[in-house]
């Protein structure tokens, strides 16, 4: 039973859920609606589909998600990263604007929702490790700088492509002199009043005397409010017929039951897209549901995790959706909201479901630059250079890694940016290996703790050399070692009777390194000079244990470096 | 003038020399010449090139790095592995047995020798860290055995084509039907007869009561004799009309000036090979030159030698020849024989030159039976499969790395092989940083030393949790402790008031192992328990020292685990 629960979190709080639970849930899932449907629709037409998408991209998830996965906040469906890659990879595969670019969809997300199904159920929840956070946080703000850029010809009713920063910017400068003035127009002033009800009408409301909870349901209300109005300023205006290109004829019904393509051509087209969607969409939803659990005290089981969002897109793939996962900013108002549990998602679900049923047909005049509108507002939120400072104050490799995602991805597009940026850093992680910070180290007086001699006051003895090596030894740097014990004993020649090797930090010693060891302890016993180990771990040890080199070491293993300095550091 | 001196090790040793040197550099040179005529002439074969082009690569390639090497005993020229690695690189890019054929190794052997130089100037010498000596083992082992198989066909007299043993094996098989007797009998025999020169012949002659000196000679001028006895054989009963097939006409010359073939085209399909077997070559060269330096405590300087290499390589392209490098048995033999000086190599050089001058009308009839014998037996002290059973017994990640080597060079060819070694031999040593060894710690009584909770006798207070923890902290397993230590806290969560993370063996935290501790010490916070950090290194603090994290931390930093256990395990 424990183990059927471990796959089923909705018997966790399914049983124990009352009517106050209800009523909280039921708010919340009202004012994500509301936020939602705009959003929804924009983000289906950043990646490149039909507006209704989005609707379905968010009710067959949202249920999947609710019964699968292991955040109560999580509020799962279509998001600007997410939209962004599915553009990138359906575009260089599939004509954009056709069925089967829809239909591309559709397998995009079923790939998407098997590889994280299938790490879910091989629990290889930790691979999402490899994207450091710098890299990750580079990439989400490269990505809401193109995602912004991409916007912007729907704000100016132009055409222009391009798949990386430079692409675009070239291609909307060629195009500017078509720019629509009234589209321009809607559009700006959309951009305007969003940014203004992001930043500005919250704090003004509550200076105005509103209680907080109506400030703020009010806020979330403005994109909605733009909608309506554009929409009516469109129909009334018949801005349609003097060039305003708008949303148009959206199917009036609950979402379809759909089959994705499957040829064999497409999936290999489309596997590593997916592979990069599933980790990235992963990896975003893991961080949001943490940060909200931890609020609240509650646990996120990253494996568990895997198969809620697999469980999400498979549903999507099957509904006429596109690849989704758990968004920051919906999950959050969620939160705030005060969701308690899962049913708040059934209830948006819900509430999305009529909306497809009964509103489609009015937002037929809804202008395409008032969703580009909301898009850009909503994005700027992620751009944040603020992670290029701090990891340039803290450490190098760091920022190298941040540095050229954000640029690679910004000059390349975005599946580059991310590749780059995981590979670096990995290479980056493991150079340092090469050059090992090996330290000298002394005798703190009065203690059994030894130090770097060039960073603290301690005693030493002539006669024997203990240096600390600071990183696992193996192939890449058990040579270093070498060369530098002999440079340094080269120095000193005459005095050095023992030295000591202190492996406290030396986590691994690998074959090469092994026979690096040996022969040094056969070349230092050629000079006099006895070669000794001190506080070497159990699990190196246990490898050491029936090697030649331990039967052959010219001097002996301590448990402590202390032993080694009692039995050694007085003789000189 | 010691910078001069540096790039020329000539002027270490060229001032000293004295009568007594040029004895012993005589008799070597002597000795090697003679091993050197059979064994440069069956490595062209091997290689794929005319015999004479064998000579030409012992040639200028040893002055020079009698003028540029720092090692005074080792021999350069052709070699097994490097002329196995030439036949795969070039035969990829060009029709055997034709002119540009030649031409590319020529090109092949300047790109090669620009290579080394570039590193050398560089001083990247540490770049050859990265073939683990396990990799290097079972790569060797491979390639002889390869190697020997590719012989088979001049010992059976019949054509087999193929890059991997499956191939080679097969075309073999199809092809023995063809088998031609008279060259099976001679090849057979010279097998049999360099076996016997190279195993047994040595104590046989000691026992019969020769001075070990001269048996010694005997047995190094084996090859010689079978090749004098088959030549003749083949003339007097005219096999080369019965069809055994010769060595045929060799140009009786000094090695000619060449230039290699320059087209783009060319140059960028050897590049890679050329790299390949640069560092190949340069590796199997350094280790031979290090073991025969420390029998003499003479030291090698890793970017001289890349700059010797570099220099011979580029004269074996200016001269007729193709890639070369330091030999191990040819070295070894020089140095038994008592070579004192790079001045032996010259001597030699002028041996192999009066070779080509005079010898070459008569091996017209050397049967390349003969040739394909000598590489075979010769090869056959390159196989050497011990490695398997040593990493076998060390560890796990060296054996896989090791096995892989050797099958995918024996099945997928040269290149995969060594290709394939190298990246999982790094691949398998950053896996093992991804789940670090975290061991629970406490006090070895009576001392200030911390260890294992599970594999020594220790004192530990229950209010104290210390975790050792065996790895650097990084992206890719910040995570992994945070997981670990909160499963232990919640195992025992009322007890613990105080956790110790002892950073003795963390040698670097980035930045997303940061963030995770940031967050880490907030959460332990919200439980009411402190964190604090002990033994944290100089360079690891430098980094800490003006982060959020550190004026966050609920507890403090010890800069020893014993000041630690004073301060906090006495409260429990």
């Not at 183990?3 to 639970?21: E, M, Q, S, T, V």
């Not at 899932?29 to 939602?36: E, K």
């Not at 109560?72 to 600007?80: E, F, N, Y």
């Not at 001190?534 to 040890?541: H, L, N």
Request: hydrophobic share 50%; proline share 5%; glycine share 8%.
């Amino acid at each position: 039973m424990d183990h059927f629960k471990r796959y089923f979190p909705i018997l966790d709080w399914g049983r124990d859920y009352d009517r106050l639970a209800l009523g909280e849930d039921l708010t919340a899932a009202v004012i994500v609606t509301l936020m939602l449907i705009p959003q929804s629709l924009a983000y289906a037409m950043l990646a490149g589909l039909p507006p209704e998408t989005g609707l379905y991209a968010s009710i067959a998830p949202i249920l999947l998600y609710a019964v699968f996965g292991t955040s109560r906040a999580l509020a799962v469906g279509p998001v600007a990263v997410v939209s962004l890659l599915t553009a990138s990879a359906i575009g260089q595969v599939v004509e954009p604007g056709t069925a089967s670019y829809v239909a591309a969809a559709l397998t995009l997300a079923a790939l998407s929702g098997a590889i994280l199904l299938g790490l879910g159920l091989l629990r290889l929840g930790f691979l999402a490790n490899f994207l450091s956070h710098p890299v990750i946080a580079g990439f989400i703000t490269a990505s809401g700088v193109l995602i912004a850029a991409s916007q912007l010809k729907h704000v100016m009713g132009v055409e222009a492509e391009g798949h990386s920063l430079i692409e675009l910017g070239l291609s909307l400068v060629q195009h500017a002199p078509d720019t629509h003035g009234p589209t321009l127009l809607i559009g700006g002033a959309a951009v305007a009043f969003l940014y203004f009800v992001r930043t500005g009408l919250n704090p003004l409301l509550t200076r105005l005397g509103l209680p907080p909870r109506l400030a703020g349901f009010i806020t979330k209300a403005g994109p909605v409010f733009a909608v309506i109005a554009t929409t009516a300023l469109t129909w009334g205006l018949d801005l349609e017929a003097r060039g305003v290109a708008v949303v148009g004829v959206v199917p009036q019904t609950l979402p379809p039951l759909t089959a994705p393509d499957w040829s064999p051509e497409l999936i290999r087209a489309l596997f590593i897209p997916a592979v990069l969607i599933s980790i990235i969409g992963f990896v975003e939803s893991v961080s949001v549901a943490k940060t909200l659990a931890a609020k609240k005290r509650q646990r996120i089981d990253a494996d568990q995790e895997l198969i809620g969002l697999g469980a999400a897109n498979l549903g999507a793939a099957f509904t006429g959706g596109y690849p989704v996962t758990g968004g920051f900013a919906r999950s959050v108002v969620n939160f705030d909201a005060g969701a308690r549990t899962p049913a708040a998602g059934a209830f948006t679900a819900l509430g999305l479901a009529l909306a497809a049923l009964t509103l489609t047909p009015l937002i037929y005049f809804l202008p395409k630059a008032t969703l580009a509108a909301t898009i850009i507002v909503a994005v700027l939120s992620l751009v944040d250079f603020s992670i290029l400072r701090a990891t340039w104050r803290y450490s190098t490799s760091d920022f190298i890694a941040v540095l050229a995602t954000i640029l690679l991805t910004l000059s390349l597009g975005v599946e580059a940016g991310v590749a780059a940026g995981v590979g670096l850093s990995i290479l980056l992680h493991v150079t340092k290996t090469f050059k090992p910070h090996i330290a000298e180290v002394g005798r703190v007086p009065g203690t059994e703790h030894f130090r770097n001699i060039h960073r603290h006051q301690v005693e030493t003895t002539p006669s024997l050399l203990t240096l600390r090596i600071d990183e696992s030894l193996y192939f890449a740097n058990a040579n270093f070692l070498e060369d530098m014990l002999l440079k340094r004993l080269s120095q000193d020649a005459e005095a050095v009777r023992n030295v000591v090797l202190m492996c406290s930090a030396v986590n691994e010693i690998d074959y090469s390194a092994l026979e690096t060891l040996e022969a040094l302890n056969a070349r230092l016993e050629d000079m006099g000079v006895r070669l000794h180990l001190s506080e070497v771990k159990g699990p190196v040890m246990d490898k050491l244990e029936h090697t030649h080199f331990l039967r052959d070491l010219s001097g002996e293993v301590f448990l402590s470096q202390h032993d080694a300095w009692a039995a050694l550091g007085r003789s000189g």
